[in-house]
C-alpha cells in the first residue's frame, strides 16, 4: 500500500513538474500609445510572430494606452519584473544614461535617413548596451518622426517664438533648445496638452505629425511649422533579468521577430508621417508654414549652440558620429 502511494505520489509530482516546464512564458509588452499608431501595429505584428514561431513556449499579450504603465514608470516596472517589454521614448532614459540625449539635441540630423544611418551604426547600436548597467537591455530603435513646432502665432524664424510658453517632455536639452530662441519651456505630461493649448495656458508644443494629427492638436493651435528640428523615437527594451534568463534558441527567435515586427512599425511611422501632415493641411484649421532653406537655417543656427552645451555629457565621439551619418 505504501508502495502505491509512493508511486502515485511520485507520478503526480512528475506530473506536476512536467506541467509547470510546459507552461508557457507570459511576456508582458506595456505602451502608451493606441494600436493603430506604428508602434501598436509593431506590438501587434511582433505578437503574431511570437504565436506563430513560438507557439506553446512564449504568448504575448500587449497593454496599449497606458494600461498598465506610463512612460514615466514603465522602465521602472521593467526592473521589478511587472512587464517584460515596453518602448517609451528615448528622452525617457535619462535616469539611467545620459548618452541617449544626443538624440533630442535639435537640428542634428537632417531627415530621417540620417538618423537610421546613425543608429544603424556601430555606435548607435553600443547605445542600445548603454543601460545594461542598469539592469536593462535594448534591443532596437522605434521610429516615431520628425518634430514640428506649432504655436499661437506663426513661426517663420527665432524671433518669432521669443516670449512664448512652449510644452515639452521632460528633457533637459529641450529645455535649452526653446531657451536658446527665448521661449519659456514648460514640461507637462502629454496627455495634458490639448487642454493646456486650448485654455492658451501654454502658447505652443513640439511633436511629429502623427502625434499633432492623433490628439488633434491641430484643432486648437492657429499655426504649424513644417520644421523637422528634431527626433521623437523610441527604444524598446527588456530586463536583461528577463532577458538573460529565457534559453538561448527562445531569445533569437524573440529577437528575431521584433526586428522584423520593428521594420514594419517604421514603414507605418513613415506612411502616416506623410499622410497625417496632408490630412492636416486638408482640414484648414491650421496654417502649415513651409520654411525656406533660409529660414531653416536661422533656426538651426540659433538651436546648434545646444549641441556644445551637452557635448561633454553625450560624449565628444558620439556627437560627431551623429554629424557624420548627414553626410552619407
Known sequence: MKKTLLGLTTAA?????????????????SHVVAENTPKGQ?????????AERLKGKVE?????????????????????????????SLSKFKKYTKKLQVFDLPFLFDDMAAA?????????????????????????????????????KPLHVPADAKGLKFRIMSS???????????ATPLKKPYSEVFTLLQTKAIDGQENTWSNIHSKK????QDNITSSDHGLLDYMVVTSAEFWNGLDADV????????????????KVAAEKSMSDKQAIIDSKRTNVIELSKEERQKWKDAMKPVWKEFEDIVGKDLLAAAIAANKE
Open 116 to 152: 537610421e544611418r546613425f543608429q544603424s551604426s556601430d555606435a548607435g547600436q553600443a547605445l542600445l548596451k548603454s543601460v545594461e548597467k542598469k539592469g536593462l537591455i535594448g534591443l532596437g530603435y522605434m521610429h516615431n518622426g520628425m518634430k514640428q513646432m506649432s504655436a499661437s
Open 60 to 88: 504575448v499579450e500587449i497593454y496599449p494606452n497606458g494600461q498598465l504603465f506610463g512612460d514615466n514608470k514603465v522602465l521602472e516596472a521593467l526592473l521589478l519584473g511587472d512587464v517584460q517589454l515596453a518602448s517609451p
Open 172 to 182: 533637459d536639452v529641450l529645455s535649452a533648445q526653446f531657451k536658446a530662441v527665448g
Open 13 to 29: 509530482i512528475l506530473s506536476f513538474s512536467m506541467a509547470v516546464q510546459a507552461a508557457p512564458i507570459k511576456l508582458k509588452f
Open 42 to 50: 509593431m506590438a501587434i505584428e511582433f505578437k503574431k510572430l511570437v
Open 251 to 266: 531569445r533569437t527567435e524573440l529577437k528575431k521577430a521584433l526586428d522584423e515586427a520593428v521594420v514594419l512599425g517604421n
Open 217 to 220: 492638436f491641430y484643432e486648437v
